[in-house]
C-alpha cells in the first residue's frame, strides 16, 4: 500500500522534505507525517479536562487581509485541508483485519469488534485499557484502509465508509457521556475528513456523492462538538482546534476557521511558556506539543489564516528547552507522563545536535537551563560525535504543583554518566485508573525525599538559591510535602570526578518516615554492603555505581539503607520504560525516622575496578568530605546553613 507523504513542521537531520505532496509511485490522497504522539489516553473521567488559558493570547494569528501572490489568494479562498494522518494508530491494524472488523493498537491482541460485516460493538473494551478504548474510538485504526480507499479499491471504500457511518449512527450527538469518544472527538474529525478525502479521490469526483453526503453531515455535528467542549490551552485543546479549522476550510465554514484560529492564539501562550517551557509536566509531551504547533503554522498557511510569527518564536524556544532535556544518550530525560523517548533531530535548529548525538548540527552554547515552570536541565558540555554520550547529564524537579501530566516529582533528579543511565523516574504506567499509575505519579516512584506517613500535598517547590561553576553546578530547594512537614533539599553535580552529593533535610510537627529514595535502571543488581553503602552494577559491564550516606548531624540508625525491588505491596522498585512494559528495577532508600532528619547521600559512577575512599573533619563551622572517587581527589563541603560546594 502506498502513501503520499506530507511533512508538518517536522524537519528530521539527513532527510529533506518540503509541504509538497510526493506520489511514492501509485496515487491516493495526501497524508501528513505522523507526529511523535505519546500513545495513552489522557482524559480523567469525570473531571473538566479543561484548561484555562492564563496567559495574554498571541494577536497575530488572523486571517489574511491582503494576499501577497495570486497562488496565496487562490488558498483564502479555496483552501486545502490535508488528512492528518493516524499517528501510528493504525500501523497494527492492516486492510486485511478491516475487511474482517479486527482491530489491533499497543500490543495486545487483535480483537474482532464487529461482526464481519461492519456492524461494529462500540461498547467493547476487552482489555479494561481506557488508551485502547479512546483509540477504538478515534477511528485512526482505519488508517490502511482509508489509503487504500483512496487509491480506489471499492473494497476498501465499502468497508470503512460502513465502519464510519456505524460509528456515527450507533454515537449520535452528543456523545460526551463516554469518555473515550468525548477524547478522541479531534482525531474522529480528521479520520472523518480523510474518509471524505478518500471517496472522492478514489471515486475520482470533485463532489461529494449524495449516498456519502452524510459525511458532510458528521463533520458538522463534530464542530459543534469542538465549538462547545474546548479543552483549552494543552494538546488536546490545540489539536481540537486544528480540527474545527479543518472542518471548517473543508466545508467552507469561515466561522469555524476564525473560532479556531481564537482558540489558537489563546493557547499558545500558556501551552508554551515565554522561557519556551511546556506546561504538561512532561518532556515527550512537551516534544509532542513543539510538532503539533508546528503543524498549526502549516495547516493555517494552507488554508488562507495567517500564522503570524508568535507560535513560531514559541517553537524556537521550546526547541533549545528540548535540546537541554535531551540526556547524554540522546533520550528525552523521563519526566511526568513521558516513556523513554528519543530527541527528534530538527533539522536548523539545537535539537539537530542533540537529536544526532553530535553527528550533525551545531552544538547548543547554553550547557545548563533553569526554567520557572518548575524544570533544571544540566550536562557537563555538549561533546562530539565521539563524545557525546561520555558526558554526564541531569535534570531536577521544582516548580508549580502537580498538573495534567505531571507527577508528584519535586526535587526528583535523573542523571547520566559513563554512557548509560545512573539515577532514573519511576516511568510512566499509562492512563488506567490503578494502582500502578497511583504509584507511578506518587512521590515513590521518584528519587527524592519522601514521607509516607503523610498524604502528598501537591506542593508548589521553590528553587532558593544556585550556583554554577567550570567544575560543579549547587541548587538548594525547599517546599512543604504534607501538613506541618517541610523539605529542603541541596544538590551538589560534580564533574571530574563524576560525582552527585545531595543533603535531604526534613523536619515535621509529628514523627515521620523520611526516606531518601534513589530509583536505579533495571538492568542493574544492587547489594546493600552496610548501613552506609550500597553498589549497583549490570554484570559484565565497565561501569559501576557506588551510593554511600555519611552521617551528618544524625547518627545511622539499623536499617539506615534498605533495597527495595518488584514489591506490589507497597508498590516499589520498577521501572515503566513505556506504558505495556513493566520491568522489575531496584530502589535503594536511605532510611530515618523521628520529628527530624538530615540524609548526605553520594552517588560515584565509577569503572568496574574503581572504589571511593573519604574521611571527615571540620574547618569552622563547615563539614567536609574528603574523597577519592576511582583515584580523583575532591573535597565536598557542607556549610553551617546547608549549602554544597566543591572545594578542591
Known sequence: MVRWVL????????????????????PGIAVARDLPEPPGAQFVPGATNVVPATAAPASDIKAKT??????????????????????SVDDATPLSYIMQDYYAWGGFKAYKVGNGSGNINWKLNPYGNPSWYMWFHSLRWLGQGIVAASQGDANAIARVTTIVSDWVIDNPYSWKGNVGAWESTMHRTNVIICTRQAVLTGLKVTTLPA?????????????????????????????ESIALFGVGCTLNRADYKTLAQQRLASGITTAIDSQGSTNEQSTAYAQFNYSLWGRAVDVLRACGADPGTTITTRRALMAN??????????????????????TAPIAGT????????????????????????????GRSGWGTSATFADQTSYSIRYGPGRQLHGHSDHMSLTYTARGRDIVIDGGHTGYQNDTWRTWAKSPFAHSAMTTPLSADGYPATKLTRYALNSTSDFYEFSDTPGTGISRVRATLVVRNPDLVVTLDRGSAKTAQQFQTLWHLPSDQQATVYSRTTALAMRPGEDTRTILFQVPYRQALPRGAILLKQAQTQPIQGWHYPTITTRRSAPTLMFARAGTTASILSFIAPVRATGAVTYSTRWSGTTYVVDMSVAGVRTSIGIAAGGSLVRLA
Open 350 to 377: 539545537p535539537l539537530e545536535y542533540a537529536g544526532s548525538l553530535g553527528a550533525t548540527g551545531i552544538a547548543p552554547t547554553q550547557r545548563v537551563g533553569l526554567y520557572s515552570a518548575g524544570y533544571v536541565f
Open 321 to 342: 528547552w528540548l535540546a537541554l532535556a535531551t540526556n547524554s544518550l540522546g533520550n528525552l530525560h523521563q519526566i511526568g507522563d513521558s516513556e523513554v523517548v528519543r
Open 211 to 239: 449516498r456519502y453526503q452524510w459525511l458532510d453531515k458528521a463533520l458538522l455535528d463534530h464542530a459543534a462538538f469542538l465549538v462547545y467542549n474546548w479543552s483549552g490551552a494543552w494538546n488536546h485543546g490545540t489539536d
Open 7 to 26: 511533512v508538518f513542521g517536522l524537519v528530521v537531520a539527513g532527510a529533506t522534505y518540503s509541504n509538497e505532496a510526493v506520489a511514492e509511485d501509485n
Open 66 to 87: 491582503e494576499a501577497r501572490t495570486t497562488a496565496e489568494a487562490e488558498a483564502a479562498v479555496a483552501g486545502t485541508y490535508t488528512c492528518p494522518g493516524f499517528s
